[in-house]
């Protein structure tokens, strides 16, 4: 059963607009959140991650957000560019437990 | 160079030839896994380990094997493979388990026929 869920298996935005992605997980007990981009033919690289003692966390044109009572993150990218055409995959985990949960990834293309 | 390094890159075998992919980290990490991509599952985590001579399972481990006799070496084993273990395989490190972003290994491309 998927704990961790993207729905939106694509994204296309316009250069220069925000991207926002979206991830909603089942599980209560994560209290680690993490984004990774992939691009083809390489591994997955992180991107930014938060905990669920905050509701924000930025990074350059990179924002995640998190909602723990709606079960919700979403990555906020501002301005989009060319460059961040990839697969993003959001990622959970527990404090205290050993595994990581990955979304199925939602491809994102960046429009010149 | 930080890097978590997987060969090999590609593979092809036969149903029921035993193989290894193996999978070696240069910093020192605690934590090492493995994840199979397949198309529309996203990353699925196989097995784990926390530290040398500690592993574990994942959420898909049936039909594999690991183990972790020094720190940088994670080898993962197909014992005998099979069609529906075709897949693209990541081996991921990070220092420890505890809310720490991983480094992942440029993949491994298996096709069991």
């Known amino acids: 059963d998927q704990q961790v869920k993207q729905n939106s298996p694509s994204l296309s935005v316009q250069e220069g607009r925000i991207s926002i992605l979206n991830c909603d997980y089942t599980?209560?007990?994560?209290?680690?959140f993490l984004w990774y981009k992939k691009y083809p033919a390489e591994g997955p690289t992180f991107l930014i991650s938060?905990?669920?003692?905050?509701d924000k966390n930025e990074d350059g044109r990179f924002t995640v957000f998190l909602n723990k009572s709606a079960k919700h993150l979403s990555l906020h990218i501002v301005p989009s560019q060319p460059g961040d055409s990839a697969v993003y995959f959001c990622?959970?985990?527990?404090?205290?437990?050993?595994?990581?949960?990955f979304g199925t990834g939602t491809s994102l293309t960046v429009i010149p | 160079e930080a890097q978590v390094t997987q060969n090999p890159r590609y593979l092809i075998t036969v149903t029921g030839k035993k193989l290894t992919v193996t999978c070696s980290q240069n910093?020192?990490?605690?934590?090492m896994s493995w994840y199979r991509q397949d198309p529309g599952l996203g990353l699925r985590q196989i097995y784990y380990?926390?530290?040398?001579?500690?592993?574990d399972k994942g959420d898909v481990p049936e039909g594999y094997k690991v183990s972790r006799k020094e720190k940088r070496n994670f080898p993962l084993i197909l014992e005998s493979p099979s069609p529906n273990q075709t897949s693209l395989y990541f081996c991921?490190?990070?220092?420890?388990?505890?809310?720490?972003?991983?480094?992942f290994g440029q993949g491994t491309r298996l096709t069991v026929v």
């Open positions: 938060i905990s669920s003692i905050k």
């Open positions: 991921a490190s990070s220092f420890n388990a505890m809310n720490t972003e991983a480094f």
């Open positions: 910093m020192n990490h605690e934590y």
């Open positions: 380990s926390m530290n040398v001579e500690a592993t």
């Open positions: 990622a959970a985990s527990r404090g205290t437990g050993n595994q990581f949960y």
């Open positions: 599980n209560s007990m994560f209290d680690y």
